[in-house]
């Protein structure tokens, strides 16, 4: 795989927010609230849950950004863990992240798009998923026809995403009457800790994107100096942009409405100017889950293309098609292992949680190590040059690690099947070590 990795520092700090802002902000915010209304028990805490949402968000992008000015490498994590805790747990991070963290999230923003997909074009039963499993079909075929197409593609729906949320709150601020609510379900079950640990999972979610600030640093003008500033700024603009979006969220359907809806920004454009408003907010709603969608096929595919690379055993997936630029059987694979994750969401009562459950523990549990990875990194390369640094060391990286703990065991204790399911996949990943270290101990072997 040829990287354009460039050399020159051309970002300005506007460049570095606008890129920022537009990886974080996605279709979360129209499928999620509803599931973090669920686990708070009044409005106060579910907007305490989206503030404290943007304070995780700041201080993990300040450790990314340490690592990524100091480590520069187009792997991200894999590489961080590498570098810390030795090749076998940056090999078991790639297992996790292709068939646990990047397919469930794939699943995930898939369940979003069919919830609102299925007000256009009805499909029943299982309209949801059909929906979901069609466009994970039509998305991978795209990414096989080349990196061009993907990419001509991505730069449409992108477009839909930001005019999107704006249309939803300008719609929310006109409407003069607050719908009064039915009689709410039955709230989640379970400690208040554990719940409002459960909802900050489902609010990181929609932050997500935020340690892509890695990959900023190494184009920043002044990267010392400019990149807090950057992640401040950006942080700042996505959690207000988000609060806002959730103060009309709970002006208009209020907290128990907010629980039953399944998509609440055509149910409030329904509300605001009918049917035929509802309709064309479905549709900007599917193509910002299509931006989300052909960007995250496209970034999770090059994982199965590094762990072709890196164990000879799997070599037939570092294979890449130089016509279209673009790994085919890793493409493939992604897909074949994201449709039965999507069989799986559609026999469970709600698809998007039950796949937020599968991807939480295992991806938790690799974030609390990347932030470890930080401190370890320091002490083991004092050498290394870091044009940032993360400002409160060594408070910064300890705080979000702990944090990243807290969530691992919210998220495994109470999100039940799909997380006992995503952590026995993360174990069957253990073979692979065995077959690294047999090749490892072959090189020496063949060179001489």
Do not use: K
């Not at 961080?80 to 790639?94: E, N, R, T």
């Not at 907010?258 to 509802?278: K, N, S």
């Not at 060594?394 to 952590?423: D, K, N, R, V």
């Amino acid at each position: 795989m040829t990287a354009q990795a460039s050399s020159r520092a051309g970002l300005s700090v506007v460049d570095g927010v606008a890129m920022l802002a537009g990886v974080v902000i996605g279709v979360g915010i129209f499928g999620l609230p509803p599931l973090v209304a669920q686990h708070a028990s009044s409005a106060e805490l579910y907007l305490a849950l989206w503030l404290a949402g943007g304070l995780v968000m700041l201080i993990g992008a300040l450790c990314y950004g340490e690592l990524g000015a100091a480590h520069p490498d187009q792997g991200g994590e894999y590489h961080y863990l590498s570098l810390a805790w030795g090749p076998q747990v940056g090999l078991l991070f790639a297992w996790a992240r292709g068939t646990v963290i990047q397919t469930g999230a794939i699943a995930v923003v898939a369940f979003i798009y069919g919830d609102y997909a299925q007000r256009l074009l009805p499909l029943e039963p299982y309209g949801s998923a059909w929906h979901a499993a069609s466009v994970v079909v039509a998305l991978t075929l795209l990414n096989l026809l080349g990196t061009r197409e993907s990419r001509r593609a991505q730069v449409f729906f992108s477009a839909a995403t930001v005019a999107s949320i704006l249309l939803v709150i300008l719609a929310g601020l006109a409407l003069a009457e607050p719908q009064q609510a039915a009689a709410a379900p039955p709230q989640a079950s379970g400690s208040t800790a554990a719940m409002l640990g459960m909802g900050m999972v489902f609010v990181l979610l929609t932050y997500g994107g935020w340690n892509e600030a890695a990959y900023l640093s190494g184009e920043l003008r002044d990267p010392a100096r400019n990149m807090s500033r950057v992640l401040l700024i950006g942080t700042a603009l996505v959690t207000a942009l988000y609060l806002l979006a959730n103060l009309v969220f709970l002006d208009i359907f209020g907290l128990d409405g907010l629980r039953q809806t399944d998509a609440v920004a055509a149910d409030l454009m329904h509300m605001v100017a009918g049917p035929r408003a509802e309709a064309m907010l479905a549709l900007f709603v599917c193509l910002t889950a299509l931006s989300t969608l052909n960007a995250t096929i496209f970034t999770g595919s090059r994982v199965y293309y590094a762990l072709g690379r890196d164990v000879p055993q799997l070599a037939f997936l570092g294979r890449w098609n130089e016509r279209g630029a673009t790994p085919l059987r890793a493409l493939l694979l992604q897909c074949a292992i994201t449709l039965p994750l999507i069989l799986f969401g559609a026999l469970s009562e709600n698809g998007v949680q039950t796949m937020v459950a599968y991807t939480a523990p295992v991806f938790w549990l690799f974030m609390s190590l990347t932030a470890l990875a930080l401190i370890r990194l320091r002490r083991s390369q004092p050498w290394v040059r870091r044009p940032f640094s993360v400002p409160l060391y060594p408070l910064t990286p300890i705080l979000f690690a702990l944090t990243c703990l807290g969530l691992f065991y919210s998220s495994t204790l109470y999100a039940g099947s799909g997380a006992l399911l995503g952590l026995l996949v993360l174990a069957a990943g253990a073979p692979l070590l065995l077959l690294q270290r047999t090749a490892l101990q072959e090189q020496p072997d063949t060179a001489e």
